[in-house]
């Protein structure tokens, strides 16, 4: 049941994603606070966990420690992150990447909600991660900006023209996919696609493309990086939909891993392999799965 809290909760927790991707003028607000007050701002992303978990009664102080100090740890991480070496990218950065990601992979921190409410998890993770990397680390070339252009979608279904012809009959191939004609209502396949692109598709490629791909481009250059970053992705899909290694699963996320990185690093723009992203999870979910 979702109370009044619950709600609010909600667009609290909703607020630093929303802002940073339609209003980037909201993180150079936050550098201008003293150093301390940057570090501990973080920490209000408590609030969200506090509010449901009185709401539903599952309240424990342990979990209210996590999410005050995790955030505030990751941006003290990437205080010293930005000072040491600029944008080139050190130990704390993918230390940083490794805790984030795999706690949304491995869902650490889910216990701490009701199950229709684990969701929660990822968006305040996802913002910690935010905050960390763009306002704190100030890492650039992210293209994190969900004021989308015409020729975001244009890259975007390019790279989803490129990689169906050879993921669906793999997939088929494979017994992954399993095609059914039936045509959904209008209404249901534009929501499902809004609903796949703001909250799985942005939220992966910021991760992966935005800060991953991005990192180790300026280390192992733009076609390792390309490369290993698709791997990263398709490994993370090891889990999903079985409780054994899943390697169809791994195989056709690599695949699409190197697609939504070509069409991140075209123009450096998130967006652009958001499209690519949500476009082939809600053709999936609509006649593929």
């Known amino acids: 049941m979702f109370t009044p809290l619950i709600i609010f909760a909600a667009l609290l927790a909703l607020a630093p994603y929303l802002a940073a991707a339609f209003f980037p003028k909201v993180t150079a607000a936050a550098q201008r606070l003293p150093q301390p007050a940057q570090l501990l701002l973080p920490a209000v992303l408590c609030v969200p966990y506090v509010l449901v978990a009185c709401s539903t009664h599952t309240f424990h102080w342990n979990w209210l420690a996590l999410y005050a100090i995790l955030p505030v740890a990751i941006a003290a991480l990437m205080w010293n992150a930005r000072r040491d070496a600029a944008q080139h990218g050190t130990w704390r950065d993918y230390f940083v990447l490794a805790i984030l990601g795999l706690a949304v ?126 791997i990263l992705f398709g490994l993370s899909h090891w889990n999903k939909h079985t409780l054994h290694f899943n390697w169809r699963y791994v195989m056709l996320a690599t695949i699409a891993g190197v697609f939504y990185g070509r069409a991140w690093r075209h123009d450096r723009r998130v967006g652009a392999s958001a499209i690519t992203h949500a476009s082939v999870d809600t053709i999936w979910g609509l006649w593929l799965r």
Do not use: M, S
């Open 105 to 230: 992979d491995l869902r650490w921190f889910e216990p701490a909600w009701p199950a229709h409410l684990a969701v929660f998890n990822k968006i305040l993770l996802l913002d910690a991660g935010i905050y960390a990397l763009l306002c704190i680390r100030q890492l650039d070339n992210v293209g994190f900006t969900l004021r989308l252009r015409l020729r975001d979608l244009l890259i975007g279904l390019r790279e989803f023209a490129f990689y169906a012809p050879i993921a669906i009959p793999i997939g088929l191939i494979l017994g992954f996919l399993h095609f059914h004609a039936a045509w959904p209502h209008p209404l249901r396949a534009i929501g499902a696609f809004v609903f796949t692109f703001f909250f799985i598709a942005v939220p992966e490629e910021l991760f992966f493309r935005g800060w991953l791909q991005n990192l180790l481009e300026r280390r192992l250059g733009r076609t390792t990086a390309l490369a290993v970053t698709a």
